[in-house]
């Protein structure tokens, strides 16, 4: 069984940055050459859908950003830890939400939730202007 914790949240003024850890257990980096797992991070605005902003492939460490984020949030894998990260700079208040990790193990859409079957908890980041 997979199991994931998000931490590192919080309040932060727009312009700031914060660091997400996602701290996995269970979850195979490597099980073999060319696998589509993938850790993905989601958030969730209150009356919005959830939304992927960010996923890597564990394999070989591709990295997909939606377009809302690319440019100022970068995802990173570090498998000795067990730990995905998710900087983000440049903060702004529209990415004030609850923010997901989660893990898929055959992830074919790399920032669809449909694809991911492990998640986290979820974790605040309320950003203000």
């Known amino acids: 069984q997979v199991h994931l914790a998000e931490s590192g949240g919080g309040s932060v003024q727009a312009g700031g940055s914060l660091r997400l850890s996602c701290a996995t257990s269970g979850y195979t980096y490597k099980p073999y050459s060319y696998s589509s797992n993938s850790i993905g991070w989601f958030r969730q605005a209150p009356g919005k859908e959830r939304e992927g902003i960010a996923s890597?492939?564990?394999?070989?460490?591709?990295?997909y950003y939606a377009n809302s984020v690319k440019g100022r949030f970068a995802i990173t894998q570090d498998s000795a830890k067990n730990t995905v990260y998710l900087q983000m700079n440049d903060l702004k208040p529209d990415d004030t939400a609850m923010y997901y990790c989660?893990?898929?193990?055959?992830?074919?859409?790399?920032?669809?939730?449909?694809?991911?079957?492990?998640w986290g908890q979820g974790i605040q980041v309320t950003v203000s202007s």
């Open positions: 890597i492939y564990s394999d070989d460490g591709r990295t």
């Open positions: 989660a893990a898929g193990l055959y992830v074919a859409d790399p920032l669809n939730r449909a694809d991911f079957t492990y």
